[in-house]
């Protein structure tokens, strides 16, 4: 695909995602404009630019779409970074978003907010983009606009059924699993044993740190998808707690565990 050089471009949602966009978008094209707009500025700012990009937190992104369809274009492509789709995809159609196609980039930081930013947060990093009624221009827009940010774009041919199936299991389940673990070790060697806690703890509670203002719309809009994962997940804890001295039981869920592991390592 050869490459399309948006002429301005406007971020809305300035932490971690909306200003690695900022700083991967002044990096690869120097000469664009670009207006960063945090979520309780108007959003009059976004008139004008080729392509509007709110990277806020999924409500937020909900919230302020029916006044973004009477501030673009119709040749505007507006692309979103929530971490759930269907919701999202299928409020812009009900506000009359002409080029809206719906992306979710697979990319974080250890330290979130802005000053986590970076300008090669993207890169080499997947990018879901997905909108099945979307024209095929405003798809072919979306994906040359990410891979400019150095993202690799793949695209789902529904209105995120896909995406919000599969961000359930290898993104919403683990962020529950890590918060949860992470409140009862801490009940159980109180505050204090916790300081001897070792890399293991650590390594599998690192989500734990993440904060409730995005996670709470996240898990809202698509309990459908996750209830059963943690249904699953619970049933089966019980059942090897019941079997911890069972060998074989023991055996086989490490070693079905690790032939997992190796397909995602």
Known sequence: MGEIVPRSIAVVGLGLIGTSVVLAAKARWPAIGITGLDRSDSLDGIRGADVVVLAAPVDSI??????????????????????????????AAGAGIPQFVGGHPMAGGTQSGPAGARADLFTGRTWFLMAKD????ALERATAFVEGLGATPHRFPDN??????????VSHLPQVVASTLMTVARDAAGADGLKWAGAGLRDTTRLALSHADMWTSILAT??????????????RLVAIANQLDDREAVRRLFDDAVRAKASCL
Not at 73 to 81: G, I, K, Q
Not at 134 to 137: I, T
Not at 160 to 169: P, V, Y
Not at 222 to 231: E, S
Request: aromatic share 0%; hydrophobic share 45%.
């Open 160 to 169: 995120g059924e896909q995406h919000d199936r599969i961000a359930a299991a």
């Open 222 to 235: 698509n309990q459908d998808q996750l209830q059963p994962l943690l249904t699953d997940l619970a049933a």
């Open 62 to 91: 909900i919230e302020m779409l029916p006044e973004l369809a009477r501030l673009v274009s119709a040749t505007t492509l507006v692309l979103d970074t929530g971490s759930t789709k269907r919701a999202i995809l299928s409020a």
């Open 134 to 137: 979307a024209p095929p221009r």
